[in-house]
């Protein structure tokens, strides 16, 4: 008689969309780290003068903002939830809503900063 | 009074550990406005399939028994009512458990994980206290009351991924709660002890807050929210004993 072991499949994933969300958050951590390193690479390659001109830096970017984006949606989704008193499903909802304000409001001021 | 208005059907993941065979096996149930899915199981065994295993007991929603995957989401059987599912009912064994037979896990791993919390106080440490009785406000009882509430049905451990990815390190979501509900006691003495189980490299690190443990608790105790918190206790009781080390170093 043996008991029967359950493993992880590969699609667990999809089970359910909290999943989903959660995995599509930490793969936004990967597009960000591919964004971090490519320039890197980028710019040694550049430094030895072994590429000249090339679209590398935009598309590194774009990788990097989506993540970054998908990420900072995902988290701030997160944190209604790991506050230190109880908040009600649509208390959350609407903290969530008042954080992503606040995140575009900071957002504009910086970009209006810059440009 | 009990009226038959339809018949629902029940699809059972089921596990044989002689043949070791799985197989789904189907049934009809006189469909009732209050009948749970543990009601029908109950009926399948006693007028049907009289094989099936599996676990229960209070049919209350108390005593964490009848945990199983319902319709992908783990829960308790006899607290799910069959009117407010999806037909048909697909009924599976918890997840991330090794299966004994049909719907009965062997949960051993994830109760040697409780113990891993320390979930008991001790008076023994200092004896000075044990001269007068044991008072706890109904504020500090206020403080344990939610991390209490649980019942130890493991539903959280089967919705746990990161447990089911590497079942080694990581203590889970219900020592998770454990160990919060006890440090948060105020009769406990033996806090440190705990924080150096949790923060061990099989304590509460690994999880990276899926937070399906909270949603399918049945209790309400949010797990997810007590790991966390464990989680900055843990950082800072590391930076305690680092510097507590330093200090009986220098002298």
Redesign the interface.
């Known amino acids: 008689m043996k008991f029967q072991e359950q493993k992880l499949g590969h699609f667990w994933w999809k089970q359910n969309l909290r999943y989903t969300i959660y995995i599509v958050r930490e793969l936004s951590g990967v597009m960000i780290a591919i964004f971090i390193f490519g320039m890197f690479i980028h710019s040694f390659l550049n430094s030895l003068g072994w590429i000249a001109s090339s679209e590398a830096p935009f598309w590194l970017a774009t990788i990097g903002m989506t993540g970054a984006l998908i990420h900072t949606i995902t988290w701030l989704y997160v944190m209604p939830q790991l506050l230190p008193f109880k908040l009600t499903p649509v208390q959350q909802k609407i903290v969530y809503v008042f954080l992503l304000g606040i995140w575009l409001a900071l957002s504009y001021l910086m970009l209006r900063s810059v440009y | 009074m009990v009226t038959h208005h339809k018949s629902v059907t029940i699809q059972i993941k089921r596990?044989n550990?002689?043949e070791?065979k799985?197989s789904v096996d189907t049934f009809e149930v006189p469909m009732t406005h209050d009948l749970t899915v543990l009601d029908a199981l109950n009926h399948i065994k006693n007028s049907e399939e009289g094989s099936l295993t599996y676990r229960w007991a209070c049919r209350m929603g108390i005593c964490g028994s009848c945990g199983a995957v319902v319709n992908?989401?783990p829960v308790l059987m006899c607290s799910t009512f069959c009117r407010d599912l999806k037909h048909p009912i697909t009924v599976e064994?918890m997840?991330?458990?090794?299966?004994?037979k049909d719907l009965v896990?062997?949960i051993d791993n994830a109760m040697d994980k409780l113990r891993q919390a320390l979930p008991y106080t001790t008076m023994m440490k200092n004896k000075a206290k044990l001269d007068h009785e044991l008072i706890q406000s109904p504020k500090q009882r206020e403080k344990i009351e939610q991390s209490s509430q649980c019942i130890k049905c493991m539903l959280c451990y089967s919705a746990c991924?990161v447990y089911?990815?590497d079942q080694d390190h990581f203590v889970g979501p219900a020592a998770g709660a454990l160990a919060k509900r006890y440090n948060d006691d105020n009769h406990d003495q033996i806090k440190e002890e705990r924080m150096d189980s949790m923060t061990a490299k099989n304590g509460v690190w690994n999880c990276?807050?899926?937070?399906?443990c909270?949603?399918v608790c049945p209790k309400k105790v949010d797990p997810?929210?007590a790991i966390?918190?464990l989680k900055v206790m843990g950082v800072l009781h590391i930076i305690k004993s680092a510097l507590t080390i330093r200090k009986k170093k220098k002298a």
Do not use: C, I, T, W
């Not at chain 2, 997840?95 to 004994?100: E, G, H, I, L, T």
């Not at chain 2, 990276?208 to 399906?212: D, K, L, P, Y």
């Open positions: 596990y550990p002689e070791e799985n992908g989401k064994p997840r991330n458990f090794p299966v004994v896990v062997d991924p089911g990815m990276s807050f899926v937070g399906e909270s949603v997810a929210l966390q918190k």
